[in-house]
Every structure is written in structure tokens, then in C-alpha cells.
């Protein structure tokens, strides 16, 4: 029995490790690749990746709720060049803007990076603020 626990104890940390070693992939990947871009860079994934490597001022975590009117105007009046978007929870950037057919054509995508967890896409991408 007690053999039977630690085997199972075993195999639920592999998975959960598994699980979230591919979900945090992509926001690892985009985040490196971000590195190499000059100016700031806005992004909101709560896993702590990303602010990891943007920080020094380079990374601005941005956790507000604007309409896409304003999101607009403050990527502008805070000088942001970048936006990271990541799904890690399933819930997309904070950031809706660039996705909105009025500003849509002001945002160019630069980097895109998917990976699978079981069923599920995670993306992150690097939109360019024009």
C-alpha cells in the first residue's frame, strides 16, 4: 500500500510538472525572443515568466481595464513599441485593443509560438505597435 502511494505520488507530480513545463513553453519563448527587441514592452501574463526577462525597465506589466480607446492612447503616452499576448489560462492578453477592427491595422504580428497541452493550444505572440 504504502509503495502504491508513492507511485502514485510519483506520477501525479510528473504530469502536473509535465502539464505546466509545455503551458509555460511559449510565454518562455516569446519572452527570449523579446530580448532582442528594442524599446518597451507591455505584457500581461500572470506567470511571472515574462517579467522575469523584461525586466530593467524594458517589460511594463499592464493589469488595467481601459477601453480599447484608451488602451490605445496609453500604449502611446507610455511609449510601449510592443505587445506580449499570451494564453496560459486560457484568457488572452488584458490588452484587447489590437484586436478591435478599428485599431486592428495599427498592430503587426512579429513573433508567434504555440505548443499543445493534451487538446489545448497555448500560444504567446509579440504584436508590433505602429
Known amino acids: 500500500m504504502r509503495r502504491l502511494i508513492i507511485l502514485c505520488s510519483w506520477v501525479s507530480t510528473l504530469v502536473v510538472t ?10 518562455y519563448e516569446v519572452a ?10 507591455a505584457f500581461s501574463d500572470e506567470t511571472g515568466v515574462a ?3 523584461l ?9 488595467l481595464n481601459l477601453s480599447n480607446e484608451s488602451e490605445y492612447k496609453w500604449l502611446k503616452e507610455n511609449n ?15 490588452l484587447e485593443v489590437f484586436k478591435d477592427e478599428v485599431y486592428k491595422g495599427r498592430f503587426e504580428e512579429v513573433a508567434k509560438f504555440k505548443s499543445n497541452v493534451g ?3 497555448t500560444r504567446s505572440v509579440i504584436y508590433k505597435v505602429q
Open 32 to 41: 527570449a525572443y523579446s530580448k532582442s527587441l528594442n524599446g518597451k514592452i
Open 80 to 94: 510601449i513599441l510592443y505587445i506580449i499576448d499570451t494564453n496560459e489560462h486560457n484568457e488572452g492578453s488584458k
Open 18 to 27: 509535465n502539464f505546466f513545463k509545455t503551458n509555460y513553453k511559449t510565454i
Open 119 to 121: 487538446t489545448a493550444e
Open 55 to 63: 525586466r530593467n525597465g524594458k517589460g511594463v506589466f499592464y493589469d
Open 51 to 53: 517579467s522575469w526577462y
